[in-house]
């Protein structure tokens, strides 16, 4: 979603929309490895005013995610929602080396005549997401030994104590 920086004036305006997701899953995927993909867009409400040349964009975004969970593989559904609050200031008006200060951290720069809503979007929803997908934080994951899924399944393996080459060390007794 592109605005005109012209149009955007004192008074605060509203937007909703909808964001493509596509070059978000590109984004997320590494490889031959997604842990999460959006299946449809995500839904956009933002308003935006400016004060002077500075550009402020407040407000939520939410999608439903599709999940590869780290521990058992397993496809599951959430949804992600999150409030942002960006301001945009003018690049060319900077310095060329500028020290930002802790309440600098949600400042970004624009140039040219329009700005571009989807890159801000993009990384707000990357920001939304867990670190690590799990498709509950109990999930038992995989057998290391037979790969069955722990959380559907009870496996026949038999309970295994270690690294083999070391059993010798098991029996050593310390003591006077």
Known sequence: MKLNVHEID??????????PTDSLNALLRHGQVCDFEFPGTAAVRVDYYRAGQELFFQGHIEGSVLGHCARCLEEYTFDVGKDFFVVLVP?????????????DLDLSFYEGDHVDLSPLVREQIILALPTRPLCRDDCKGLCATCGVNLNTQTCTCTEHSGD?????????????
């Open 10 to 19: 004192e008074a605060a305006k509203e937007l909703v929309y909808e964001e």
């Open 91 to 103: 690049k060319e008006d900077l310095p060329d080396e500028v020290e930002l200060a802790d309440d």
């Open 164 to 176: 083999s080459r070391l059993a010798v060390l098991r029996n050593i007794k310390v003591g006077h």
